[in-house]
């Protein structure tokens, strides 16, 4: 129970306010928190995926190859398009990111 109350102050690295650290009261409450703390952990996950997918292209372009950047680029549009579907993300972020990458990938010599 005081594990449950610490894991909810603490959270995924973020501050909490003293709000979310108090005791459910209700069956379903405190189901819904599981439930939430659930999807956070899963939603901070797929967050992470994006940013790796990303950051793999970018590190695909400071290579300088460009085939292999524009590879890199297929398989993380996947990605990316995947979170942004399950709204992780918003669609726009997603579709901002590809276009960046794209754009740098064609200015590549």
Do not use: C, F, P, Y
Request: aromatic share 0%; hydrophobic share 40%; net charge positive.
């Amino acid at each position: 129970m005081l594990a449950d109350l610490e894991d909810a102050w603490v959270g995924a690295g973020r501050r909490h306010s003293r709000e979310d650290a108090t005791m459910a009261n209700t069956k379903q409450a405190r189901k819904r928190s599981r439930q939430a703390r659930a999807h956070n952990q899963h939603n901070t996950a797929l967050h992470s995926r994006l940013r790796t997918a990303i950051k793999k292209v970018r590190k695909a372009i400071a290579s300088g190859d460009k085939s292999a950047a524009a590879a890199e680029l297929r398989t993380s549009t996947r990605v990316i398009d995947s979170i942004a579907d399950k709204n992780v993300v918003h669609k726009n972020l997603a579709a901002r990111n590809k276009s960046r990458l794209a754009a740098a990938i064609k200015a590549m010599a």
